[in-house]
C-alpha cells in the first residue's frame, strides 16, 4: 500500500526525509508496486548533463500495475464510470476485470497490426472508455502513445503524427462537445492527406454518423476486436522505456513532444494521486480534464488507476445542456473528489447560483483545481458554494514537463491560503532565481521558479530533440530545471504561482506559444507582420490579442478577421482563436527590431499610462497610433 501522509507534522518529517535521501524515501515507494524484476539503481544522473533518470535497471508493465494487479481484491470494483455528452444516454461502469480483457484484447488488435515496443501510436479520440482502453493497450505492449487533444487541426494532427512518426491513428466517427459536433474521422482523413506516414487507421463508432472509409487503411474498432482473444501477456520494459509522447507549446517554434518513461512517471503519479487528495477506498474521483492533455494522463488514467480508484470520465462540457451539469454529475454519481481548473469554475460562477444551490453535494470531500492561477474570487465561491466551506482546495501546480502534481497542498493537512499552491511535495526542491541566476533565499521573496533536483516523473526528453530539450529547460538557469513560471514565497514559505515570464500564453488552462499563433497569421497572404500577446480575459484567464500590420490598406476589416481567425483554426485548431484582432500600421520596436511585447501587453490591458520607458523605441509615433486605434 502506498503510504499516505496523515498531519502536518509527518509531512514535514516525510519531506525532510525525502530531500536528505531521495534515493531511499522513493525506493520505499517503489517496493508498494509490482515489478516484474526490481533493481538497486533508484535515481542517477544530474541537471548538469541532463541525464537524469530513475528505476534504470529495473523491468515492469505499467498496466499490470494499473489492472491486473487489482484482479484479486478489486476485480468487481469499478475502474471507470462513464458519463456520456448526452445526459439521457444511460452512462456505463467499467469494472477492473472488464477494463483489463478489454485493454488486454485491444493489445492483441495492436500486436496483430504489426506494432512492436518502441513504435508510436497517435490517438485522437473523444472522452470514452475506449480512449483508456486504447492507451492502456499501448503501454501494455510497450508502444508509445501520443494522444492529441480533439480541439486540435487537421493540420496540428499530421504535424505531431509526422513529428513522432506515428503509424497507426487510433480515432472515433466524431463526438458532441455540448451541441457542437466534432467530426473526429473527417479531420483525420484531412491529416491522413497532408502526411503519409499512416498505414493503419482504427475508427471507434461513437455517433453512428456517416464518415468515410479508405480500403486497406482504415477499419472499424468493433470489426478489430471482433474474436480477438482477452488474454495478453503484458510486456517486460525496462524503468526507462518511453511510456508516451504529449505535445505541449513552448515560447519559440513548433510545438515540443514531452518524453515521459515508465517507472518514474508510475511511482510519482500514484504518490501524488494518493497524498494530495487523501484519497480513501471507496472514493468516486472526479477529474474534468480531458485525456488530450497531461491532467488526464496523470490524474484520469494513470494515477487513479494505479491506485485501485474509480474513476469517472465525462464526454461533455459544463454547460450543457445548462450551467448545471457538473453538480447534476457529481449528485448522479455522489462523487468525493472533484479536480476541474479556475476557468470552468469563473464561467459557473457568472451562470445563476440556482444551477448549484438545487443540487446534492453533500458528497464531496475534496476540491482542486489545476491549470492556471486560481483568483481570490473564483477560489472563495468554490469554496463557499461547492465545498460548503466542508472541504479543503488543493490548489495543484504542475505542468506537462513534470508528470505529476509538484507544489499543492495536501488535502485536510496542509493549512490553505487562497490563491496559493502552497507547499511542494515530497521530493520537490522548488528554488526563486533572479534574473542574473542566483538562489534567492529567504521568505517573502519572488522570483523564477525553478526546481533543484530531479523527481520521478520528470520528462527525460523532447522527442527527437534532446538539445533543444537541455536549450528550453537546463540553460537559462544552468544547473537547473527552469519552469517557465513566476512565483512568490511568502512569509510562511507558501509558494504563490504568478504565472508565465516567458511567452506561453495560458487560455483556459491551455498552453499556447504566442510564435504558434503568430506563424499561422502570418499564412494569411494579406499579413506582413503580427504579434500575439495574451491579456487578462474573466473568464479564461487569459485571451488572445493579435497585433497585425498588413501589406496593404485594411478595406473589410471584419472580413480579414474571419480569414485571418480561418486561419488560426486551420493551422492550429479553434483553441488557439485569437480573442481579439487590431490592426495597426506599424508594431513597436526597439532599434535592433525587437518587438517590445511589454508595451503591447500594456496597451492591450488599456493601461496607457504605464507603458514605461518608450524612448528606446525605434518610432514612437506606433504606440500612439495603436492607442488611438488609427491604423
Ligand atoms: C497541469 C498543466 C502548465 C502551466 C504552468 C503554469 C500553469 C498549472 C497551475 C498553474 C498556477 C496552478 N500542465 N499552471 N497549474 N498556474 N497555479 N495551480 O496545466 O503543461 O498544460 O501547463 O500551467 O503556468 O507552467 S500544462
Sequence with gaps: MIP?????????????????????????????????????????????????SWFEDSTLNITENCLDRHLDKRGEKTAIIWESNDPK???????????????SQFANVLINKGVQKGDRVCIYMPMVPELAVAVLACARIGAIHSVVFGGFSARALADRIDDAECRVLLTADSTYRGKKEIRLKDISDDAMNLTDKIDNCITLKRTGNDINMKQGRDSWWHDEIDGVSTFNEALELNGEDPLFILYTS?????????????????????????????????????????????????????????????TLMFEGVPTFPDAGRFWDVVEKYKVNIFYTAPTAIRALQACDLGF??????????????????????????????????QCPIVDTWWQTETGGILISPLAGITPLKPSYATLPLPGVEPILVNNEGEIIEGNGVEGNLCIKNSWPSQTRTLYGDHERFIQTYFSTYPGYYFTGDGCKRDEDGYYRITGRVDDVINVSGHRIGTAEVE?????????????????????????IYAYVVCY????????????????????????????????????PKTRSGKIMRRILRKLAEGEFDKLGDVSTLLDPSVVEKIKSGVI
Aim: a negative charge.
Design 4 to 52: 499516505k501522509i496523515s498531519n502536518l507534522e509527518e509531512y514535514k518529517s516525510v519531506y525532510n526525509k525525502s530531500i536528505k535521501d531521495p534515493a531511499g524515501f522513493w525506493a520505499e515507494i517503489a517496493d508498494c508496486f509490482q515489478w516484474k524484476k526490481k533493481g538497486n539503481q533508484i535515481n542517477s544522473g544530474n541537471f548538469n548533463d541532463v541525464n537524469h
Design 89 to 103: 444516454e444511460e452512462g456505463k461502469h467499467i469494472s477492473y476485470r472488464e477494463l483489463h480483457a478489454m485493454v
Design 519 to 543: 506563424n499561422a497569421i502570418a499564412e494569411h497572404e494579406g499579413v506582413c507582420e503580427t504579434a500575439v500577446i495574451g491579456y487578462p480575459h474573466d473568464i479564461k484567464g487569459q485571451g
Design 250 to 310: 513552448g515560447s519559440t517554434g513548433k510545438p515540443k513532444g514531452i518524453l515521459h518513461t515508465t517507472a518514474g512517471y508510475m511511482v510519482y503519479t500514484a504518490y501524488s494521486f494518493k497524498n494530495v487528495f487523501q484519497y480513501e477506498e471507496n472514493d468516486i474521483y472526479w477529474c474534468t480534464a480531458d485525456i488530450g492533455w497531461i491532467t488526464g494522463h496523470s490524474y484520469i488514467v494513470y494515477g487513479p488507476l494505479l491506485c485501485g480508484a474509480t
Design 552 to 587: 496593404e490598406e485594411v478595406k473589410n476589416a471584419d472580413e480579414l478577421r474571419k480569414e485571418i481567425l480561418a486561419k488560426v483554426i486551420e493551422l492550429i485548431g479553434p483553441i488557439a482563436k485569437p480573442d481579439k484582432i487590431q490592426f495597426v500600421s506599424g508594431l
Design 356 to 389: 448549484v444551490s438545487s443540487k446534492d453535494l453533500s458528497s464531496l470531500r475534496v476540491l482542486g483545481t489545476v491549470g492556471e492561477p486560481i483568483n481570490e474570487e473564483a477560489w472563495h465561491w468554490y469554496n463557499d458554494h461547492i465545498g460548503k466551506k
